[in-house]
């Protein structure tokens, strides 16, 4: 009984509870006390028939079951309960799935671990790209993805009760009656196991431990095991992997013809024309089911896409921060503004809050930044408090959160442009020097556009310079060089999957000072200290890769990612990153770094 095969099923659901909590999920015991038992036994013999049909879990004997027990082969099994939403907030359906605890997975080094998730610059690039004249979009989904691929390895499960017993319901449904439904077999888990006095309970012979012969969600080789598996699908459907974003796939001839990314078992895809013939579609359908079928992309992996009247694309989070506002502050009122004044000024004696409280709603408004740029710098300070937040952190989260509130409908916007002609790439980078006063480090922010000045943002950086800055210039030339270096990927990465790329890119920085050290890289008295390795820049403008345009600070987007901003400054410059209007962000120039090449 001390096993950790044994674990009790009580301290299984502590443990996988504060895990789930971050989803939304619960565990069967939390959700016996808020859902019928009918919804919930549905919901458990869907994601049973899925293993059956998939031959996921083997009988094994006793015997055995003790023998891989000593040789520490068998690890619990966690059941998780999830009510499923639509990106527009709508109800979906209550799901389960049950979860090997990985943890405890043993024997596995760290090289053979790999999840199949998109970088989030390569999504947000697929969806500018697919608000280009002629381009449609759409989406597809692998039904019980990992479940396809076959576990490579000698592995056993220890099974929950609730799911023992709904492999046992399913089973005797399926051998009396090939063709049992899932409501069929839904109602004779109710019968079997349910009584109106004592609510579920299940009997302590049955067979809680199998054999895994598939790629069960939860161990840690699982996601490579079925990555491997849909590469070489997408390969047979005449797909390449993009060497910068080895979940991006396009044609392995004329590749700037059709892009589809890969998020685990989602794809978003765009391309010019109708994708129904799209022989990638074919081979997934092939290989997974009807499932994997193109499909209306309105809503991808959490992300509503809204086709505006005025042929832009609008991609928001709607759903997702209603129910995250319905959740933690349902009775406060919307705010126009992210934070109070005092955002950056703590009280010294503010009381320590909740920890895990803390940590779950900032981890809520961290998901919020795939569209929303406009809150990085808040939340970038709020994350730094994630140990030992004080009520302070924790009113200003419940106040960024009051301001999502009115604001929900919002998100990146992105305008039509001209994908057959060398695509321009946009920056506007900023840096406030000194801004966490008690560690005197500065802060760095900026974003990237493709085709437009006034376009959405592909991707978008706020972080703490690591270093101490002796000067707002250096601070600056700090954030052109991270900059440079996503400059670079984004480029490299429109390359390789078939587009030409102009040079050179336009950076609008409001640092003069900054933008004359890149023309003259020569070191002098005061800059001289500034670390070889951000001489980066200077070659990048001497070699024509990029422009740096001096603007005046109060039309630099980029500043409103760098530091708390308030009333009419705040509106302007969420206004200039949020909602760009016709003339775009585009400000008349005041000086601009030599564009004439240089000899070498």
């Known amino acids: 009984?001390?096993?950790?095969?044994?674990?009790?099923?009580?301290?299984?659901?502590?443990?996988?509870?504060?895990?789930?909590?971050?989803?939304?999920?619960?565990?069967?015991?939390?959700?016996?006390?808020?859902?019928?038992?009918?919804?919930?036994?549905?919901?458990?013999?869907?994601?049973?028939?899925?293993?059956?049909?998939?031959?996921?879990?083997?009988?094994?004997?006793?015997?055995?079951?003790?023998?891989?027990?000593?040789?520490?082969?068998?690890?619990?099994?966690?059941?998780?309960?999830?009510?499923?939403?639509?990106?527009?907030?709508?109800?979906?359906?209550?799901?389960?799935?049950?979860?090997?605890?990985?943890?405890?997975?043993?024997?596995?080094?760290?090289?053979?671990?790999?999840?199949?998730?998109?970088?989030?610059?390569?999504?947000?690039?697929?969806?500018?790209?697919?608000?280009?004249?002629?381009?449609?979009?759409?989406?597809?989904?692998?039904?019980?993805?990992?479940?396809?691929?076959?576990?490579?390895k000698d592995t056993y499960l220890r099974v929950p009760p609730a799911v023992a017993a709904g492999m046992a319901a399913v089973k005797e449904a399926k051998t009396k009656n090939p063709n049992c439904d899932l409501p069929e077999m839904a109602q004779l888990y109710v019968d079997r196991y349910h009584s109106k006095s004592t609510g579920y309970s299940f009997p302590l012979d049955m067979p809680q431990i199998f054999k895994v012969d598939k790629a069960l969600y939860g161990y840690r080789e699982s996601g490579r095991f079925f990555n491997d598996l849909i590469n070489k699908v997408l390969d047979k459907g005449g797909l390449r992997q993009s060497g910068y974003d080895p979940c991006a796939f396009v044609p392995k001839k004329n590749p700037?013809?059709?892009?589809?990314?890969?998020?685990?078992?989602?794809?978003?895809?765009?391309?010019?024309?109708?994708?129904?013939?799209?022989?990638?579609?074919?081979?997934?359908?092939?290989?997974?089911?009807?499932?994997?079928?193109?499909?209306?992309?309105?809503?991808?992996?959490?992300?509503?896409?809204?086709?505006?009247?005025?042929?832009?694309?609008?991609?928001?989070?709607?759903?997702?921060?209603?129910?995250?506002?319905?959740?933690?502050?349902?009775?406060?009122?919307?705010?126009?503004?992210?934070?109070?004044?005092?955002?950056?000024?703590?009280?010294?004696?503010?009381?320590?809050?909740?920890?895990?409280?803390?940590?779950?709603?900032?981890?809520?408004?961290?998901?919020?930044?795939?569209?929303?740029?406009?809150?990085?710098?808040?939340?970038?300070?709020?994350?730094?408090?994630?140990?030992?937040?004080?009520?302070?952190?924790?009113?200003?989260?419940?106040?960024?959160?009051?301001?999502?509130?009115?604001?929900?409908?919002?998100?990146?916007?992105?305008?039509?442009?001209?994908?057959?002609?060398?695509?321009?790439?946009?920056?506007?980078?900023?840096?406030?020097?000194?801004?966490?006063?008690?560690?005197?480090?500065?802060h760095l922010a900026y974003f990237l556009t493709l085709g437009r000045p006034d376009n959405g943002s592909v991707l978008a950086r706020s972080m703490k310079i690591g270093t101490i800055t002796t000067s707002s210039t250096e601070a600056e030339w700090m954030a052109l060089s991270h900059l440079i270096h996503d400059l670079q990927y984004v480029s490299g990465f429109l390359e390789d999957i078939g587009y030409e790329v102009e040079r050179p890119h336009i950076i609008y920085c409001d640092s003069d000072a900054a933008r004359q050290m890149a023309d003259q890289p020569t070191l002098k008295r005061r800059s001289r200290h500034i670390s070889i390795r951000y001489r980066l820049i200077s070659r990048s403008v001497r070699c024509m890769e990029t422009q740096i345009i001096h603007i005046p600070g109060a039309h630099n987007p980029a500043d409103l990612l760098t530091k708390a901003k308030f009333g009419a400054e705040f509106r302007h410059l969420w206004n200039l990153l949020m909602k760009p209007g016709d003339n775009g962000r585009e400000p008349v120039a005041t000086t601009s770094s030599n564009t004439e090449p240089t000899t070498t």
Request: with cysteine.
């Open 1 to 152: 009984n001390n096993d950790r095969a044994f674990a009790s099923d009580d301290k299984i659901d502590m443990q996988a509870g504060v895990a789930f909590a971050a989803e939304g999920g619960m565990t069967f015991n939390a959700a016996k006390k808020r859902y019928e038992p009918f919804q919930l036994a549905l919901a458990l013999v869907t994601e049973c028939d899925k293993m059956y049909r998939k031959s996921v879990l083997t009988d094994i004997a006793w015997e055995t079951a003790k023998t891989k027990i000593k040789e520490g082969l068998v690890v619990p099994g966690l059941l998780h309960i999830r009510q499923k939403y639509k990106a527009d907030g709508e109800v979906s359906k209550l799901s389960a799935r049950l979860c090997a605890a990985g943890n405890r997975d043993s024997n596995t080094h760290n090289g053979q671990i790999s999840t199949s998730t998109t970088d989030d610059s390569s999504k947000l690039i697929a969806m500018a790209l697919s608000a280009c004249p002629n381009m449609t979009r759409h989406v597809w989904d692998v039904n019980a993805a990992y479940l396809s691929a076959d576990m490579k």
């Open 256 to 442: 700037n013809e059709l892009l589809t990314v890969l998020h685990v078992d989602d794809g978003f895809g765009t391309r010019e024309g109708n994708p129904d013939e799209e022989p990638y579609l074919k081979a997934l359908n092939e290989a997974f089911g009807v499932s994997a079928t193109p499909q209306s992309g309105s809503d991808y992996c959490g992300l509503l896409l809204s086709d505006l009247p005025d042929g832009n694309l609008l991609v928001s989070q709607k759903g997702y921060i209603e129910r995250m506002v319905d959740e933690f502050i349902p009775d406060r009122k919307a705010m126009d503004t992210p934070a109070a004044r005092d955002f950056m000024e703590p009280p010294e004696n503010s009381p320590p809050c909740d920890v895990h409280e803390y940590q779950r709603i900032v981890g809520s408004l961290i998901h919020c930044l795939k569209t929303r740029p406009d809150i990085y710098f808040n939340i970038s300070v709020l994350a730094q408090s994630m140990a030992a937040p004080r009520q302070h952190d924790l009113q200003a989260a419940l106040r960024l959160m009051q301001f999502l509130k009115s604001t929900s409908n919002e998100g990146i916007t992105f305008k039509p442009f001209d994908r057959k002609k060398p695509i321009k790439i946009y920056a506007w980078v900023d840096a406030s020097f000194g801004t966490h006063r008690k560690s005197g480090e500065s």
